[in-house]
């Protein structure tokens, strides 16, 4: 199948989760990323950065937790603007308590932790584009130390500082702050990739033992996708807390609707996975 002609403009919207304790999950995350918090319905929370938002919230109370075993999400990257706003992050984070693994990824350096219902979380921000490397149509990535006492510095921010809790107070997420990409649990990476590119037109732009990463436009990754916890496991049977679905925003539908195969909700397209992941695709 070609892949549908995207514009190289595509990007991800919000992500969606389903929380069995929607005040507590709600609260944490407006903590941790300083996001602003409004109600989207009886049962539903949308938190945003600056009018832009990123994830939305759904009460679940009766689900049970998901499995790491179980597909669906990997993790939900919030993309900072500067390094200097990862530095102003990875201090307040740090005064919160909160345990953080890292990886540079050459592209990139980010910082990992799960929220409160196991759902991985990243945040990063990117380095330039122009140092990026790429050979044979792949961008090159690994996963280093991050050079954390030089994140900070961006910041103005000393470890010493950190240590004695004299860094400044966050002053939330700061304007730019996007979803910079979103990572799947599937059962096979190499079949999910063929599957996102014929029906999204993404390209397949590096691949790692048993994972694979798609973009539009040149960019490192919008899509990860990986089979480390999930080989050989088809669609849940039963539902579960987690990730409910995620959104891509594009400024044309039409051609996706000319290749079918999509649920037309009038306004906005949407479809699963072969292991249940549902994408919403919107203009915008």
Same mark, same amino acid.
């Given at each position: 199948m070609t892949p549908p002609p995207l514009s190289p403009t595509t990007h991800l919207g919000p992500v969606t989760l389903l929380a069995r304790d929607l005040e507590g999950l709600t609260a944490f995350y407006a903590r941790l990323l300083g996001l602003s918090t409004a109600p989207d319905g009886a049962n539903r929370v949308v938190l945003s950065a600056h009018g832009t938002p %990123? %994830?939305?919230?759904?009460?679940?109370?009766? %689900?049970p937790r998901a499995p790491v075993s179980r597909p669906g999400l990997y993790h939900t990257a919030f993309l900072l603007p500067t390094r200097a706003d990862l530095g102003r992050w990875v201090a307040?984070?740090? /005064?919160? /308590?909160?345990g953080l693994g890292s990886g540079d990824h050459l592209?990139?350096?980010a910082f990992y932790l799960s929220d409160p219902e196991g759902n991985g979380i990243e945040v990063y921000a990117d380095r330039p584009r122009e140092g990026w490397t790429w050979r044979g149509g792949q961008v090159q990535m690994d996963t280093l130390t991050v050079d954390v006492p030089g994140v900070l510095a961006e910041a103005g921010i000393t470890l010493d500082a950190l240590r004695t809790g004299e860094a400044p107070p966050y002053a939330g997420a700061p304007a730019g702050t996007t979803l910079g990409h979103v990572h799947l649990k599937v059962g096979h990476a190499a079949e999910a990739a063929q599957f996102y590119r014929a029906?999204? $037109?993404l390209e397949v732009v590096s691949h790692l033992p048993g994972a694979a990463f798609l973009s539009w436009g040149g960019y490192h990754h919008h899509l /990860? %996708?990986?089979?480390?916890?999930? !080989? $050989?496991?088809? !669609?849940?049977?039963?539902?579960a807390a987690g990730l409910s679905g995620f959104e891509v925003r594009t400024p044309d539908l039409a051609p996706l609707r000319e290749? $079918? /195969?999509w649920e037309d909700l009038g306004d906005a397209l949407r479809r699963a996975d072969p292991w249940g992941n549902v994408v919403t695709v919107r203009r915008g």
């Open positions: %990123l %994830l939305r919230l759904e009460a679940a109370p009766d %689900l307040h984070a740090a /005064g919160l /308590g909160s592209v990139s350096e029906v999204l $037109g /990860g %996708l990986n089979e480390w916890h999930t !080989r $050989g496991q088809g !669609r849940p049977e039963a539902p290749e $079918g /195969g």
